[in-house]
């Protein structure tokens, strides 16, 4: 939901050092350590769905961008952001904005290495016009270009299924959107 | 982003508030109700990856549901489940289109087909809109929709191209179907009003000829029958059959047996 996004994280002490100097970039490298519950390789960071971060003395607050507009996984990946952001005292707000489409085009080149290291081949360039099937998506496992698509839909909204003749392995790609 | 009194601010003036109400209304329940009939899919689909597909777009299409639910919810001032669950059958205001039941395989992909590439043109003439919410949120819709237009007008062709009893069952549909299908751009109450507003770019009318104008190359290659006229246009989203009744006690079967619960 665009609207009302709030969710306010209470200052939790985790035992860690208090942080004497909190900015944005201190809150984006904390956020590094939460990952896509969906894909669970992939930080939000690299995931490129952390928009804005604005940091006060007395809250922070970040503006998160949804991948899929139903994206079941949510409420659960502003819940560890709000946890992971607790520790540095004050409240946190995670909002959800859809002024800027989020696209598979934001996805970082670590995050890119990381799914390909675990078996995903990372998103084509996404475009704006209409779905057009490209050249195959490249093995994962073994660099080779001679596979298949199975589905274009996937075990979840962000993901399609293929399939490698040359390694015959099955892998999914990170759907260009 | 917006806050919630922001989003009342920017529709001060109550006719136009009230004309995007109904075609926030129109658009969620037309989502809501093709997710619900595609889920009807899942276990059941005629191959394992219609079943994952069906699902997904499923899945898609109720997220969107959920979302303009939740900005109508916001302009009206009402919880977003209540205007989706809490509302008897003639209440909703989906497209007769999509009151047909989920018919065998053919008839489905004849629905997907005919929604989606309708739902692409009304879609494309709310992205530049004037009211930022909606304008935003369909900026991201359709970048998912493009998907659901693929996967219709793969298996649109293929159930076209293979004579005998996929092509039979295909026409069978589309003669079902052909006069409901533009109900998708019947006309919504105060319109002119949001054209006015700057929030739509387009009459209902205008969007149905570019609609009709944009399939008609896809349906000569495929001789597929021209679409007939719409039957009682003005009627389009007010007359809901035995098939959504059926539809509507499933979807809120759950919420109308232990009201106001949370889990």
């Given at each position: ?14 035992g ?31 995931l490129?769905i ?5 940091v006060?003395?007395s ?10 507009v139903?994206?079941?996984?949510l409420e ?14 004050r409240?946190v707000?995670?909002?959800?904005s ?11 080149a ?9 078996g995903?081949?990372?998103p084509?360039?996404a475009g704006?016009?209409p ?6 998506v ?5 660099g080779?270009?001679r596979t298949?698509m199975?589905n274009?839909?996937?075990?979840t909204?962000?993901?399609s299924?293929h399939?490698?003749t ?12 | ?7 009342h ?14 075609l926030?209304?129109a ?6 109700v093709?997710?619900?009939s ?12 219609e079943?994952?597909?069906?699902s ?17 919810g916001e302009l ?14 003639d ?20 629905r997907?087909?005919?929604?989606d590439?309708?739902?692409a043109v ?5 992205v ?5 919410p ?7 819709i359709?970048?998912e929709?493009?998907y659901h237009?693929?996967?219709?007008g ?7 191209s293979?004579?005998g009893?996929?092509?039979d ?6 003669d079902?179907l ?10 919504l109450?105060?319109?002119t ?10 009459t209902?009318?205008e969007?149905?000829?570019?609609w009709?104008?944009r ?5 000569v ?7 007939p006229?719409t039957?009682?246009p ?6 809901h ?9 499933g979807?809120?079967?759950?919420r109308?047996s ?5 889990w």
């Open positions: 939901m665009t609207e009302g996004a709030t969710l306010v994280g209470i200052a939790r002490a985790r860690r050092a208090t942080v004497e100097r909190v900015d944005e970039a201190v809150i984006r490298a904390a956020l590094t350590e939460v990952m896509d519950p969906e894909v669970p390789v992939l930080s939000v960071v690299d490129g952390v928009e804005t971060v604005a006060s003395p809250a922070i607050r970040v503006t998160i961008l949804p991948t899929f139903g994206c079941p996984a659960l990946i502003r819940t560890a952001i709000a946890d992971r952001l607790a520790v540095f005292g409240p707000e995670v909002a959800v859809f002024a800027v489409p989020w696209t598979s085009d934001r996805i970082s670590a995050g890119r290495r990381a799914l390909r290291e675990s995903f081949a990372p084509t360039p704006a016009g779905i057009v099937l490209g050249p195959p490249e093995c994962p496992h073994c080779s270009r298949v199975e274009v839909f996937g075990p909204q962000c993901r299924i399939h490698c040359a390694c015959r392995q099955p892998f999914e790609h990170f759907k260009a959107i | 982003m917006t806050t919630t009194q922001a989003t601010a920017l529709v001060a003036d109550r006719l136009t508030r009230d004309a995007l109400a109904e926030l209304l658009l969620a329940d037309d989502e809501f093709i997710g619900f595609d889920s009807e899919w899942t276990g059941i689909a005629p191959l394992l990856e079943d994952v597909a069906m997904s777009l499923a899945q898609d299409e109720l997220g969107h549901a959920a979302a303009l639910y939740g900005l109508l009206i001032d009402r919880d977003p489940d209540a205007i989706a669950y809490d509302r008897e059958p209440a909703y205001r989906h497209c007769r289109l999509l009151d047909h039941g989920r018919g065998d395989w053919a008839m489905t992909i004849a997907r087909y005919l929604y590439t309708a739902d009304r879609l494309e003439a709310l530049g809109g004037s009211w930022a909606l304008a935003e949120l369909v900026g991201k359709v970048r929709e493009r237009v693929m996967h219709a793969a298996w649109l062709e293929r159930l076209a293979v004579e009893e996929p092509r069952r295909l026409l069978a549909a589309w079902a052909g006069p409901d299908a533009g109900t998708v751009f019947s006309p109450v105060g319109e009003t949001l054209q006015g507003a700057g929030i739509v770019a387009a209902s009318g969007l149905e000829d570019r009709r104008a399939i008609a190359p896809t349906l290659r495929l001789r597929l029958p021209i679409l006229p039957a009682r003005e009627r389009g989203r007010l007359e059959g035995e098939a959504f009744r059926s539809l509507w006690g979807f809120t079967s759950v109308r232990d009201p106001g619960a949370t």
